[in-house]
């Protein structure tokens, strides 16, 4: 009998060769992240609460899982803070593995940055490098309002981790034409959402276009695998929000920063289109002509946003169309990944009309750190070119002008010096660019960088963080000391005689005050549950002097301390009636500088 062999497999595949990884590759990123850790973490407890809003919602999260969930900033759940709470979500599971501190809540931002960092380098690498990925790692490292942020609890450390991360998967799904790396993206932007809202989804259009016109599919796959990353987005974002909306009004805390408590309008009302247009209502303040600042283009150069993001911006622009020019497929969609990323956002942050503050240009940084890395790496491959060497030359020296520009204020000696090393290294590259590539690195990162360790040594504390030294504008501290009332955007520290007299009660609870940081403020340093009537500004209906006064006359509300706090918006009066009520009918004592009157003594005038 003859016996015939079956035929052999089909063989599959080979995988794509692998790059090999330079030798110095592993150690340089230890060191990057390494130093990005020190940066991040030196001195962080010197902030304390740092945004104490914030620190009480995580505070209340740590013994409320109702609390945790709705983001409320109370554990007797009165009210929401004025944002999805994917953030507080991870500071309130901080606080209850290892209590409830100042470090509990901020070291997990700073390792947020060191993951930021890390993830910007393993995508840039994927497209143009090594050494276009530590570049890029190495601006997002330095970028003074990144290191503010990644040492400070606002949501904004998970909104850029989780962009990073959804630009990462991006770039995975480009290179195999993977519904599923895609489908990654979009869950980790809808993710996104949940820490702050629609901004997340300011990077859609660049995701969406890089991958429609880089991946190597037909047309008919790359719109349904686009179809596919949307819902994912849906998904990822959507539930909380309908969780939220079908939980009935009674059974949870009122929604923070809306006006008829529902997160729909929140989302699309006062932290959606209202940011836009400046028709938000419940907000107070503004700057010239009742607005946020002049719009336009320059916005990112001066007032409170230059020094905080603009100090390789003029270079990132040279480096993204020269770059352009130089590159390759790959470093083209990461170009445009990174640069449809950062062109969406500028244009928004730039003419934005409504609530804005120079600390939400944070989410630029990873955008220019990629854009930087990758297209000096384009334009060093091609250096025996002398355009490619003219590109580079004239972004170091942009980069040194800026850094001119905005260091003149606070060392202007020091500004000379950035100056002309960067426009040594700039000459230097049309003589000898393997010597000046180091003298080219450090005249573009030593003016951020010296910013961004000033930045690090500097407590900050409030509801508008502003990075850079003390003393060199913006809001680098001012929690209310001593027992003062605080205000709009920080919070009191309470005396000893108060907090006692706080922690004296057993009513659900122990006081109510107009204004989220004030009742933050007396919360945090009593250890009791302090109602935010108003929320954050205090204009929210939440309660409403009827509800207030049902509250009252059931003995759950113990004190009520200081006055109105703030007025003069379009939002709900109903604080200043509550304070306008207890005022009439209690008598005030002073104790540690606040007033305080107590709600369940019969002396009613």
Known sequence: MTVVDSPAPAPTAPP?????????????????????????????????????????????????????????????????????????????LSARLFGVNAWSILVPQALMGVASVWLLHAAVKRTSGAAAGLVAGAVLALTPVAVLMFRFNNPDALLVLLLVAGAYCTVRAVETASWRWLALAGAAVGFAFLAKMLQAFLVLPAFGSTYLV???????????????????????????????????SGSRPFIGGSQTNSVLELTLGYNGFGRLTGD????????????WGSTGWFRLFGGEMGDQIAWLLPAAVVLLVAGWWAGDRASRAGLSLWGGWSLVTAAVFSYMNGIIHGYYTVALAPAIGAIVGIGA??????????????????????????????????????????????????????????????????????????YSVATAATPHSGAIPSAGPAGTGGFRGGGGMGGGMGGLLSAP???????????????????????????????????????????????????????????????????????AGMSGSTGSDAAQEIAAWVQQNFDASTVDGVAVHDLTVGAQR
């Open 493 to 563: 520290t309470p005396g000893a005689e108060l907090v006692s007299l706080l922690r004296s009660g057993s009513r659900t609870w122990a006081a109510a005050a107009v204004g989220s940081n004030n009742a933050a403020g007396y919360q945090l340093g009593s250890g009791v549950p302090v109602m935010a009537v108003g929320g954050f500004n205090g204009t929210d209906p939440a309660p409403t002097l009827a509800e207030f006064q049902r509250l009252v006359a059931d003995g759950r509300i113990h004190y009520f301390l200081g006055g």
């Open 16 to 92: 794509p060769p692998a790059v090999g990884e330079p030798r110095w590759e592993r150690p340089a990123l230890v060191g990057l992240l390494a130093a990005t850790a020190v940066l991040y973490l030196w001195r962080l407890g010197d902030s304390g609460w740092a945004n104490a809003y914030y620190s009480a919602a995580a505070q209340a999260g740590a013994r409320s899982w109702e609390a945790w969930f709705f983001g409320a900033t109370d554990w007797a759940n009165s009210i929401t803070v004025d944002k999805t709470p994917a953030a507080l979500w991870v500071m309130g």
């Open 280 to 291: 938000e209502v419940g907000s107070v303040g503004g700057g010239a002509g009742g607005g």
């Open 377 to 450: 790496t384009a334009l060093w491959r091609r250096r025996s070119d002398p355009v490619a060497l003219a590109g580079l030359s004239g972004a170091v020296a942009l980069a040194a002008l800026q850094a001119y520009l905005l260091l003149t204020s606070w060392s202007g000696t020091f500004a000379i010096v950035v100056l002309v090393l960067g426009f040594l290294a700039a000459a230097g590259f049309f003589f000898s660019p393997k010597v000046f590539v180091p003298v080219a690195l450090v005249a573009a990162l030593i003016g951020p960088g010296a």
């Open 214 to 248: 880089f991946a190597r599919a037909t047309l008919g796959r790359r719109i349904a695998h686009l179809a596919a990353a949307l819902g994912a987005v849906v998904v990822a974002g959507g539930w909380w929000v309908l969780v939220v909306e079908l939980v009935p």
